[in-house]
């Protein structure tokens, strides 16, 4: 649920074919880089998962801490206890996530920057959680210091969008398939598998927010993006082609999809 998602778009659908008014366009290229998906902390998470060849003898790596080290990645125990002392009862009821749900929306938890004035493996580490709150369209990122639990600074923004969550790009996938702008997508899956597409488990995604100043014409009902949380979502026949849904932008905001050009 609670994982770190980073993203980087690289040249996307080289080589595709022109989409249609109608339809998405089945694109059979690799999207070099695109949605790009990590672990909240891909060095520690490489370092439980990968094996260790010594002898010719594969053994596991080793257990991870409790606590980090300096510059170390933030471990799962801290990650955990970040983000238990990040939500406070005030936030977590009145606060509400993508889904509509109680609770404001997890969307990474990553090392905070070390103190310039503390020096070694001494200094305090922090982590900085940052959450979307989808009823007052603003983000809130909570600095705690992860040795004691304390939250050290809150910080409320608006008009401000960083990249989306996973689970934010499973909520615009399921927006994209039940609304009518969807269409094209439904049918290019159809095509390319034989079967009905029904959810987004049956995709690979990934996405990036939009950002309504990189078009010359934004459609009328799109034009609160940025204010709004507006994301492009990227979709993937699992083992198979990219499907073009560039063209289609879903607002989380009002639970909507708009259409560019």
């Known amino acids: 649920m609670r994982e770190l998602v980073r993203r980087h778009l690289g040249k996307v659908m080289a080589g595709a074919a022109v989409a249609t008014a109608a339809t998405a366009v089945l694109v059979g290229v690799t999207l070099p880089g695109a949605g790009e998906s990590g672990d909240r902390q891909a060095n520690a998470a490489a370092a439980k998962q990968n094996a260790i060849a ?50 404001p929306q997890l969307l990474s938890t990553n090392l905070s920057e070390p103190d310039p004035g503390a020096e070694g493996a001494a200094a305090p580490r922090s982590a900085e959680v940052v959450y979307y709150d989808y009823k007052k369209d603003a983000v809130i990122t909570k600095t705690v210091n992860v040795e004691t639990g304390k939250v050290e600074d ?105 259409r560019l050009g």
């Open 54 to 103: 010594k002898d010719g003898v594969v053994e596991a790596a080793p257990d991870e801490g409790e606590k980090g080290i300096g510059s170390d990645p933030l471990t799962d125990a801290e990650i955990e206890r970040a983000e238990k002392a990040s939500v406070t009862g005030g936030m977590r009821s009145s606060a509400r996530d993508v889904e509509g749900d109680r609770g």
């Open 154 to 258: 809150t910080n409320t923004a608006r008009n401000v969008q960083p990249p989306p969550s996973q689970e934010e790009l499973v909520e615009g996938a399921k927006l994209l398939i039940a609304d009518p702008l969807g269409k094209g997508l439904k049918q290019d899956f159809k095509h390319a598998t034989g079967k009905v597409l029904t959810g987004p488990e049956q995709l690979q995604l990934s996405g990036m927010v939009f950002r309504k100043e990189t078009v010359e014409r934004v459609p009328s009902d799109l034009t609160e993006c940025g204010k709004h949380r507006c994301l492009q979502v990227v979709t993937k026949v699992k083992n198979g082609p990219w499907i073009d849904t560039r063209s289609l932008v879903v607002d989380l905001s009002t639970r909507s999809v708009g």
